[in-house]
């Protein structure tokens, strides 16, 4: 049991020590808008890594003559498998899936539009699923260039169920 114990225990220390930490940020295009993106990557392996990212968007869902602006504001939580490598490891797609939550902000709290329509939905709590891909060019061993690309699957919004981010921005990492 001793001896069982310490192998797992030297397996996890390991893990921890020899994986790289990475954050990233972005700007770009969102559902009719615009958006940030920041997030918090953990590399599990060579093939895969955990990634925490927080996702702000600023929207219009338009609705025949009607432009109702939103924002949404969501925590997700997902694991990205690395797809394609170049040979010396400069340029990396990766794709990824995980579980979101969030908050949608609905015209800024109000229920009645600029023109007098009445709005039914109500801003809420939001959650669901994500889908996202990255694109990474690296131009040292602490920097690389980052594209983004985020689909939020919001099973509860009041203005519908996808919600869509696509962004450029710059990536560090610490070790």
């Known amino acids: 049991m001793n001896k069982t114990f310490c192998i ?5 220390v390991q893990s921890v020590v020899f994986s790289q930490v990475s954050f990233g940020i972005s700007g770009g295009y969102a559902t009719n808008g615009f958006g940030a993106h920041a997030s918090y990557n953990y590399d599990l392996n060579d093939s895969g ?3 925490i990212n927080l996702l702000a968007t600023d929207n219009k869902d338009k609705k025949e003559t009607l432009d109702v602006p939103y924002r949404t504001i969501g925590l997700n939580a997902a ?11 400069r340029f990396v797609t990766s ?6 939550g969030g908050y949608e902000i609905i015209n800024n709290g109000n229920n009645i539009l600029e023109n007098g329509s009445v709005i039914v939905g109500n801003s809420s709590i939001v959650y669901g699923g994500v889908i996202g891909s990255e694109i990474k060019y690296y131009l040292s061993d602490t920097v690389a260039l980052l594209g983004v690309h985020n689909t939020n699957l919001y099973v509860n919004s009041d203005l519908g169920v996808a919600s869509f981010y696509m962004g450029l921005g710059i990536k560090f990492y610490i070790k």
């Open 79 to 89: 694991y990205f498998y690395n797809l394609f490598k170049s040979y010396n490891n």
């Open 95 to 100: 794709i990824g899936a995980g579980a979101s």
């Open 8 to 12: 797992v225990i030297m397996l996890a």
């Open 49 to 51: 890594y955990f990634q």
